[in-house]
């Protein structure tokens, strides 16, 4: 007896642990790095000022937060506490529910972080009962008293038509399941405070002054006020205000555009069961300008930002989502790249690690060094037999490469104050010509010699007209910034610039003398003016008064301030040289603004016009090679049909596309011209061409469309 | 006044504290006693009680049956975001909470009615139950049976139950056209102003006397009288502004009785928290530190209103600008505005003379999105590429409702938008990036 039996089975082949190890960031980054042998140190480098980057951001964004969240804060407990008087005016209105309407400025994604530190807060020091809530969450009513009691509650919350989630549910259970309304928790909310009320018996009555921590309010948070369905949100607010008296309830509202939303959402019968009360958070231009000053414009860090990069930065901030989080994660993505790509990144680091790190370069390395641009045009410079060594001797680059890295460093030291002296002065001018924010000065001077430039000469002409006691706080201020400068140049500096302080508080008491005389040389050709009625004379005499005014001999603070508008100008010139003119500034200036500019302002609808109209630019197959503007047989079916759509109009005619798209297709497979099924719509043909168009509607190019049977509608416009 | 509220089988004692309670609404607190009749006689099936905002519906109600012990469920229909809600609420309050838990998961209208009729089988009512809807125009909302099922529960449930529908609306606009059980309708008129003044007066300060109050009240209804009649904001504006009239009697300036000059010193005062804390345009806890910060700092707190402007991100700013223009130009005028060699279309063919009602008058229309990109690209003053961030920057406006979306469905096909800002915003807006949209308008050509 035989019996044949076939048996399906499946089978499941758990992954050994060894095998599903993912790879670790170290291993990412060492992966396709260039200049393998040193790439761990790099890592260390990166990963070390990373998470310094990160954490002075942080504790900056804290820094600048504090100051809301602590009105907040003062607000909430002032609530919780009016509410617990017996007074006759509090108990009269106490049907109002405070709410807080949190201005934040359009840059949401910044908001979460604002906001997570703020329920924080308020957890750690009011109310254990916080809850916030997102609109998207919350498309109708019941979602959101879900989410707000599931948040409240730390319970799982039945909504009772929702039939995914049925399970069996025991009676004991059914029991357990809440009901998703503020009555439930209201009970909630007096059972737990009578629990830690019956935990210190007599304590309420024994000190009711201070804000009680039996009666904390419940604080709900609505993060995007904007989004919110307002019916959604009058309902809400409606059933709370039924609650006020039992439940010390407290709202929220995250705005991100003007207060004035508040008023077009709610109508006034809702309105006016809230008692709102505004807080305004720092501007985000501003927040920007903080963090550009912590992080960019200091010689701790020693990774640095090109021109042309944070360039892009900076336009995609403006110009785009005035998100600080996101120029930080550009800052960050550039220092992953550089220490990625530039093997010498190996230096960029302390001083100190730096000088090590030098001694231990290898031949490789200091092939690299010889290859820089920057130590190209230093060889140069150098005498003949001093650029023999240099190319040839390692351990003689070696010294000298620790020579020059420290130059580098000092450069850095000076740089800053400078900018910041630099920038003191010039920020006020008229018109600005160096620009309103330390961020546009320090772009001039990252990009060419600030002192060819136009707007510098207008701008030291204009300090060449500052009155005494403005351009004296303005040198005091320069000195307070040069203060804390260890540096000699710097101390030298300000030693200067005391003196002629100094010496314009001298003027004072010769002032008086002088003035005379000034007067004299002044008045006779505005005397002569009166007389002359002919435009030529009049003419004459204004450009004789210029010449005398020119010629005319400078009092002495007019001679002190030509003295300073010097000094300041011989202090831009020693310092504030652009990065490139330094030596080895390729270790620690970050300059591919392509890269970043392409990993942070994506161009989908681009990349995918140029793979469909050029696949040799993904693909990198020869075959698809051709030359500009047409596309290979060879190339894949959507590029054919693409290819096609672009030279019709509006309504394209699928018949017609579908010839035009065989014999394409029908050439590519080397049939002859003249042979008879050249051109022939087979089955086959017949199915890719309809999967190229299907693909194309996918990607938005064409549309189906009512107009014309037979015919789609293309949604793009020109054309090859 | 008392004599109205007779009705056998109630204690006269709870009758006169309910009375006492009403104040101006006896009339319709005995129309409404009489329509109940007494405790264990059956009631009419539902009644319909409608009036304006505060005015005493369910106050009245809730005295009544509170104070004379009526078993009754109180339901606010806003409140009840599914029916499962109302129903429990009912059994709960009649039978408790074991009744509640009966009902099955997700209950249907008979569901409810058969764990009722099980209920009541087991204690059946000895007085009339009331249930009391409150804001009863919700209700319209709900499954089309809801209301009808409610308006003759009585019949359903072989109970002696009444329903009180509560509303701001008339009945007319409740009716459904399948016809349904008429309700008995009551009218609660407003509060005529010596009816406001009695009952304000009621709640007076402790440490004051009556007169001295109500005397406040007639002033303060003096002021507010003409805008505002809702009890319950007199009440609050009261409570805000009572302390400032007290203010000179504190300092000993002014007896309590000389009024004109008490008036002289609050009305100036009162007429500004018209324009401010009426509005909600500074909240009542603002406005109580205005009034310890006397008038010399009261200038820092500015209004809700007035906090108008935006920052945008420079593009954003354009693509709000374009999509305004592609709101409220027509799409013909689109070249003569964007294209630099328009041809030579003279302004007077050009402006049909039919087309004279100003767009700004029409509102917005709705515009696909390559007519806002094209738009965008063509009042935007250097070379754009068109990025990802862009198309998020129009979702994101979208979010913060500048621009709302028309047409539903997926983005591939063509989605459409509107403009949701006004032209004191836009201008405000064109005037930080240095463009003259004025110039750009049809209805300003």
Not at chain 1, 57 to 86: G, M, P, V, W, Y
Not at chain 1, 289 to 314: C, E, G, H, N, R
Not at chain 1, 556 to 571: G, K, T
Request: hydrophobic share 35%; proline share 4%; charged share 25%.
């Amino acid at each position: 007896m035989s019996t044949s039996s076939v048996s399906k089975g499946c089978f499941v082949f758990k992954p050994s642990a060894k095998k599903k190890k993912t790879p670790s960031l170290k291993d990412y980054f060492i992966h396709g790095c260039e200049g393998a042998e040193d790439s761990e140190t790099r890592f260390q480098l990166c990963q070390n000022l990373w998470d310094k980057i990160k954490a002075d951001t942080e504790a900056l964004q804290d820094e600048l937060n504090r100051k809301i969240l602590d009105s907040l804060l003062d607000f909430t407990r002032k609530c919780s506490t009016t509410r617990q008087h017996s007074d006759w005016a509090a108990q009269m209105r106490a049907s109002e529910i405070p709410t807080a309407a949190l201005v934040l400025g359009v840059n949401v994604p910044d908001h979460d972080m604002t906001f997570q530190s703020l329920s924080d807060l308020l957890q750690q020091s009011v109310s254990p009962h916080v809850a916030s809530v997102q609109a998207k969450e919350c498309g109708a009513l019941k979602h959101l008293m879900k989410r707000v009691l599931e948040r409240l509650m730390d319970t799982e919350v039945t909504l009772d038509d929702e039939e995914e989630e049925v399970t069996e549910q025991t009676s004991t259970q059914l029991h357990n399941s809440v009901h998703c309304s503020l009555e439930t928790l209201c009970d909630w909310y007096i059972a737990k405070t009578k629990k830690s009320f019956s935990g210190t018996p007599g304590k309420k009555r024994s000190s009711p002054g201070r804000d009680d921590p039996q009666q904390p309010p419940v604080v709900i948070i609505f993060k995007d006020l904007e989004a919110f369905n307002p019916r959604v949100l009058q309902d809400f607010i409606l059933i709370c205000s039924r609650y006020i008296q039992r439940l010390p309830l407290m709202f929220i509202f995250g705005i991100a555009t003007s207060p004035s939303t508040i008023q077009h959402m709610l109508p006034h019968s809702v309105s006016s069961l809230l008692c709102i009360e505004l807080f305004q958070s720092l501007s985000c231009t501003q927040h920007l300008a903080t963090v550009i000053d912590k992080l960019i414009l200091t010689p701790d860090f020693p990774f640095k930002l090109s021109d042309k990069v944070m360039q892009v930065l900076i336009s995609i901030f403006l110009y785009h989502d005035f998100s600080v989080r996101n120029f930080i994660k550009g800052i960050q993505l550039a220092l992953v790249e550089h220490f990625h790509s530039q093997p010498l990144s190996v230096l960029c680091c302390k001083k100190k690690e730096a000088l090590l790190n030098v001694m231990q370069l290898s031949h490789t390395d200091l092939e690299r060094i010889r290859q820089l641009p920057s130590f190209k045009r230093y060889v140069e410079k150098q005498e003949l037999q001093e650029q023999t060594n240099l190319t040839t001797d390692d351990t003689h680059l070696k010294e000298v490469c620790r020579k020059l890295i420290k130059d580098l460093h000092k450069y850095h030291k000076n740089y800053y104050p400078i900018l910041r002296c630099l920038h003191t002065m010039t920020s006020a001018l008229p018109r600005y010509p160096l620009g309103k924010q330390i961020r546009e000065l320090h772009l001039i001077c990252l990009e060419k010699t600030v002192w060819e430039n136009e707007d510098y000469q207008s701008a030291m002409k204009l300090l060449k007209m500052l009155a005494k006691d403005e351009l004296i706080t303005l040198l005091q201020r320069c000195a307070e910034i040069l203060q804390p400068v260890k540096s000699k140049k710097m101390k030298k500096a300000r030693v200067h610039l005391e003196e002629l302080l100094a010496k314009f508080r001298q003027l004072d008491t010769v002032a008086a003398e002088t003035q005379s005389c000034v007067e004299d040389s002044l008045i006779s050709p505005v005397k002569n003016l009166g007389k002359k009625t002919d435009l030529f004379q009049l003419q004459k005499t204004l450009l004789e008064m210029n010449e005398t005014r020119r010629s005319k001999k400078l009092n002495p603070f007019e001679l002190l301030r030509n003295e300073v508008v010097e000094f300041i100008d011989s202090l831009v010139k020693s310092h504030l040289s652009p990065p490139e003119t330094q030596t080895l500034n390729e270790v620690c200036y970050y300059s591919s603004s392509t890269a970043v500019r392409r990993h942070l302002n994506a161009t989908p609808r681009t990349s995918i016009q140029a793979a469909l109209s050029s696949p040799y630019y993904y693909l990198q197959n020869n075959s698809l090679k051709s030359e500009e503007g047409s596309v290979s047989n060879a190339a894949p079916d959507i590029c054919i049909a693409y290819k096609l759509h672009l030279e019709c109009g509006r309504l394209i005619n699928l018949y017609d596309w579908l010839e035009a798209y065989a014999t394409v297709v029908s050439a590519a497979e080397g049939n002859h011209p003249d042979s008879d099924n050249f051109g022939k719509v087979d089955e086959v043909k017949h199915a890719r061409f309809i999967r190229a168009v299907s693909e194309l509607e996918f990607l938005g190019f064409i549309k189906s469309t009512k107009k014309k049977t037979d015919h789609v509608a293309r949604l793009t416009w020109g054309g090859c | 006044m008392t004599a109205l509220l007779q009705q056998p089988g109630y204690e006269e004692e709870r009758l006169q504290r309910v009375a006492e309670k009403l104040p101006c609404r006896d009339v319709q607190a005995g129309l409404l006693l009489s329509l109940m009749g007494q405790p264990q006689q059956y009631s009419f099936p539902s009644i319909f009680i409608y009036g304006h905002r505060a005015s005493g519906k369910s106050h009245v109600l809730q005295v009544l049956l509170k104070e004379l012990e009526l078993p009754h469920a109180t339901v606010s229909c806003v409140e009840c975001v599914s029916v499962v809600l109302l129903f429990e609420q009912v059994l709960l309050s009649f039978f408790g909470c074991d009744a509640a838990s009966l009902l099955p998961r997700s209950p249907s209208l008979s569901d409810f009615v058969r764990v009722y009729r099980q209920q009541c089988s087991q204690s059946p009512a000895k007085q009339t139950r009331y249930i009391v809807m409150e804001k009863a125009e919700l209700l319209r909302d709900t499954d089309a049976n809801l209301l009808p099922a409610l308006l003759r529960l009585q019949e359903l449930v072989e109970d002696n139950v009444t329903v009180i529908l509560l509303s701001e609306i008339v009945w007319d606009k409740f009716r459904p056209n399948t016809g349904c059980f008429e309700p008995l309708l009551l009218h609660f008129p407003d509060y005529s102003k010596g009816e406001l003044q009695q009952i304000l007066s009621q709640d007076r300060h402790p440490s004051y006397s009556a007169e001295f109050y109500s005397s406040y009240i007639n002033i303060l209804l003096g002021v507010f009288y003409s805008v505002c009649r809702d009890l319950r904001e007199l009440r609050h504006l009261a409570a805000l502004n009572f302390s400032k009239f007290c203010e000179p009697l504190a300092e000993g300036k002014v007896k309590d009785t000389d009024t004109h000059k008490l008036w002289r010193n609050i009305e100036p005062h009162l007429k500004k928290a018209m324009q401010t804390v009426y509005l909600r345009e500074v909240s009542s806890l603002q406005w109580e530190q205005m009034q310890q910060m006397e008038e010399k700092e009261t200038g820092t707190v500015r209004g809700l209103s007035a906090h108008t402007h935006v920052e945008l991100p420079y593009y954003s700013k354009f693509l709000l600008i374009a999509a305004y223009l592609a709101s409220y130009n027509p799409a013909r005028t689109d070249k003569r505005f964007f294209v630099k060699h328009h041809g030579k279309i003279k302004k007077t063919n050009f402006l049909k003379k039919n087309e004279k009602t100003s767009n700004h008058l029409l509102g917005p229309k709705p515009f696909p999105l390559d007519r806002l990109l094209a738009i965008f690209y063509s009042v935007v003053d250097s070379r754009v590429a068109p990025t990802a961030s862009i198309f998020s920057q129009i979702s994101s406006l979208v979010t913060l409702q500048l621009l709302t979306k028309v047409s539903q469905g997926d983005l591939l096909d063509a989605p459409k938008f509107k403009c949701a800002v006004s032209l004191d915003f836009i201008c405000a807006i064109s005037r930080t990036v240095n463009f003259e949209i004025l110039k750009y308008l049809y209805d300003f050509l």
